[in-house]
């Protein structure tokens, strides 16, 4: 069974410029996170899905951050425009079961590191 | 609001000797418990879990954990350690009957010497 897919894995910016991660879940999968994982933290949930529709986006910096989950499959995040601190490792996870569903465990992917300029 | 405390930043041991990653936490409601590991330049990968039942939780590659409530504590165990087991711990918590929400505390590395 194939894990879940991140692309890319690096990318470097200029400040105030934009970026765009994408994220492939396992196949099945109706949940779906992003985390952002600064140098020297454990990751920090950004945005949760159950299938297309968003569960949990409170942490997400509405004023630059942004993603979606067209037809419940593939994802995207987006930062516009990147600021010096957005500098981290950007983590998607799937989920087979319903949001809150502990049995179900989170598979992670490798995860995307930005780093700002 | 829940909150992780990893005791530890670093933990240097050597091969086959034992060691325990600590972890405590904080909620004000019942909570699932999990620990996930790290190795360089990859995802998490989840070692084990507290859903509920017997306090003692076995998981992946040896490890084990022990819920203590009155403790607040969900501490990792390994009674011999191997090279390969060298990466980052993270523990992680999360209320019961939330939408899944992980908090994760800052990490622990795990370093195994010869």
């Known amino acids: 069974e194939a894990g879940v897919a991140q692309s890319p894995r690096y990318k470097i910016i200029e400040k105030r410029q934009s970026v765009a991660f994408w994220c492939n879940p396992i196949?099945?999968?109706?949940?779906l996170y992003w985390y952002q994982q600064i140098l020297g933290q454990g990751p920090k949930l950004l945005i949760q899905?159950?299938?297309?529709?968003?569960?949990?986006d409170s942490q997400l910096p509405k004023d630059r951050f942004s993603a979606e989950r067209l037809k419940g499959v593939d994802s995207t995040l987006k930062i516009q425009p990147a600021k010096l601190e957005d500098s981290a490792v950007y983590l998607c996870?799937?989920?087979?079961?319903?949001?809150?569903?502990?049995?179900?465990?989170?598979?992670f992917g490798p995860g995307t590191r930005l780093t700002v300029l | 609001a829940q909150s992780v405390t990893q005791l530890d930043s670093q933990v240097p041991v050597f091969e086959e000797a034992p060691v325990e990653l600590r972890c405590n936490y904080s909620?004000?409601?019942?909570?699932?418990l999990f620990w996930y590991v790290q190795y360089p330049n990859q995802g998490l990968q989840l070692l084990l879990k507290?859903?509920?039942?017997?306090?003692l939780v076995k998981g992946i590659n040896g490890f084990e954990a022990e819920f203590n409530k009155s403790q607040t504590s969900f501490h990792l165990r390994k009674p011999s350690v191997h090279i390969s087991d060298t990466a980052e711990y993270f523990c992680?918590?999360?209320?019961?009957?939330?939408?899944?929400?992980?908090?994760f505390g800052k990490g622990t590395k795990l370093s195994v010497k010869p």
């Open positions: 899905f159950q299938n297309n529709g968003v569960v949990d």
């Open positions: 909620s004000s409601v019942s909570v699932y």
């Open positions: 507290y859903l509920s039942g017997s306090t």
């Open positions: 196949s099945g999968h109706a949940t």
């Open positions: 992680a918590v999360s209320e019961t009957g939330s939408q899944g929400n992980l908090i």
């Open positions: 996870a799937s989920s087979p079961g319903l949001a809150g569903l502990f049995r179900n465990e989170q598979f």
